[in-house]
């Protein structure tokens, strides 16, 4: 499919090569259930299973452009109604990310969140969402505390010794 630009819009494997299953609330499955009845009306050829679901009418790929283009004229809108300083401006991509911050935000395991954008592994997600916890070096002096004296590193609340820099960490003993 050549795109308005010129551009070619390919469909493949995702970059890791793998397919990907998010889990959706029941509020969006519900939704998308209304959806798909309502474009079944219109082609039973746009509800197989292979179908695109943000197609065209006729069941062909939608260019990303347009989707984005059209997002940000809804958010234009709402920040023109509520007022500029209301709603920051955001691109459809950002949604992203927000999804991603929130989710590590709210405690959800790193490893869970890394699976939604479908990064390859926890440590590209820990290094791109860093921030959403920059405080979080502070709360290990109240989470560790000395083990024995300067040299034997400390003992943290799950039990385990951390040594100081350079020296291997002793364990507990028991």
Not at 32 to 38: E, G, I, K
């Amino acid at each position: 499919m050549i795109g308005a630009a010129g551009e070619e819009l390919v469909e493949g494997p995702t970059k890791t090569g793998q397919s990907r299953v998010v889990d959706l609330d029941a509020g969006t499955v519900a939704a998308l259930r209304v959806y798909r009845t309502a474009r079944g009306r219109v082609s039973p050829d746009l509800v197989r299973d292979t179908a695109v679901v943000l197609s065209q009418v006729d069941g062909t790929h939608r260019h990303p452009e347009r989707l984005s283009r059209r997002f940000a004229g809804q958010v234009a809108r709402v920040r023109r109604a509520l007022g500029e300083d209301q709603l920051p401006v955001i691109r459809l991509h950002d949604l992203r990310h927000t999804h991603a911050t929130l989710l590590l935000a709210d405690g959800v395991p790193v490893k869970v969140v890394s699976e939604r954008p479908g990064h390859a592994s926890a440590t590209i997600t820990l290094t791109v969402y860093q921030h959403v916890h920059p405080g979080m070096g502070r709360q290990t002096p109240t989470a560790c505390r000395p083990a024995g004296g300067p040299r034997r590193g400390f003992e943290c609340e799950t039990g385990s010794t951390k040594a100081p820099a350079g020296r291997k960490a002793k364990h507990p003993a028991s």
